[in-house]
């Protein structure tokens, strides 16, 4: 999943909802058994604030005990375009621009950094065609 707004735990709820549907139809059932294995999620965030967690946590309590795991969170801005490319992580690059959202603004006002700018894409590119070109 793929959140950008700021964390206010209804996506946790939603991811839920969707993992718990995932788990029912690839369920099995034998007898009056049910089976279910929630899928491995994780959250990538691509806009970050002070108060983006690391990770969610889910807490299934039940009757029977309580089960509780942690659904990673990535930010984009956690990752370098050296990272990007390194780890062929390619479906960032769209988000990528978001990295640089306040830099693009302090550019805007204050009308300096551009040559900064244009190296950083600059350095985009040259990643983007060495990593399409390898063998």
């Known amino acids: ?3 950008s707004s700021l964390p206010d735990g209804k996506i946790t709820v939603r991811l839920f909802e969707y993992d718990a549907q ?3 139809d690839e369920g099995d059932i034998t007898e ?3 089976t279910v294995t929630f899928p491995n999620t994780a959250v990538l965030y691509l806009r970050t604030y002070k108060k ?3 990770k969610m946590k889910y807490v299934i309590a039940t009757s029977g005990g309580t089960v509780q795991y942690d659904v990673p969170i990535m930010k984009v801005q956690a990752y370098s375009l050296d990272d990007i490319f390194e780890k062929s992580l390619l479906m960032l690059i769209p988000f990528y621009i978001f990295h640089m959202r306040k ?4 550019m805007i006002v204050t009308g300096r950094n551009w040559q900064d700018q244009r190296r950083s894409i600059r350095k985009f590119w040259i ?3 060495d990593w399409n070109s390898r063998e």
């Open 32 to 34: 009056e058994t049910l």
């Open 52 to 54: 983006t967690p690391d």
């Open 22 to 24: 995932i788990a029912l």
């Open 1 to 3: 999943m793929c959140e």
């Open 103 to 106: 830099i693009f603004r302090s």
């Open 127 to 129: 990643g983007w065609t």
